[in-house]
């Protein structure tokens, strides 16, 4: 085994975890649904952290080709699986007690999932870089103007109760997701 074996290993535990308490979250919210209070907002953001749960292992297969690994970048790629695991268990808290169902929960907790999702917007480009100016370069100016809108959707989201601005956002992102990931990453490498 090469040590990107080595940290796909290891990170695919902690992402495996993320998708498993997405899907609990799920089983439960069918199984109860009057007691969970079913949200749009929160359900579009359920999907797309599912989906970037699902497409981050593909995007890590470029940093396969690293040579040279670091305990730095050991730390910084794990560093990212933990902050998608910690999205994912931000979305289906152990109780919703004291709460207005999973809506008044995740507008409780937005400034927690926003101000993690900007965080992995930079983590994001870090990563990127990592797989090379040339990988980075090849995305084209749509990857930086796709981090920027999102880094300021999400500090508008962290103040804002909005429904219809919370809705836009997490259709708008579950859309760009999908439409970027079948895009660019058709195929490994």
């Not at 109780?95 to 992995?120: H, P, T, V």
């Not at 870089?129 to 090849?138: D, N, R, T, V």
């Amino acid at each position: 085994m090469d040590m990107f074996e080595y940290v796909a290993v290891l990170t695919s535990i902690i992402i495996g975890l993320g998708i498993a308490h997405l899907l609990r979250g799920l089983t439960q919210l069918i199984q109860h649904p009057e007691q969970a209070g079913v949200s749009f907002v929160h359900l579009c953001w359920v999907a797309y952290t599912f989906l970037l749960t699902v497409f981050w292992w593909w995007w890590e297969f470029r940093l396969g080709t690293m040579e040279v690994w670091t305990f730095g970048v050991y730390l910084f790629v794990i560093l990212y699986a933990v902050l998608i695991f910690v999205l994912c268990s931000l979305l289906f808290p152990a109780s919703i007690s004291g709460f207005d169902g999973l809506k008044g929960y995740f507008f409780a907790k937005r400034a927690w999932f926003f101000g993690i999702f900007i965080f992995l917007q930079f983590i994001d480009t870090g990563d990127t870089l990592l797989k090379g100016m040339e990988y980075f370069h090849s995305l084209g100016i749509e990857y930086s103007i796709s981090k920027v809108a999102q880094i300021l959707l999400s500090a508008v989201a962290i103040v804002t109760r909005n429904e219809k601005f919370h809705g836009f956002f997490a259709i708008a992102a579950l859309a760009y997701m999908a439409s970027q990931a079948f895009r660019y990453y058709g195929t490994v490498g």
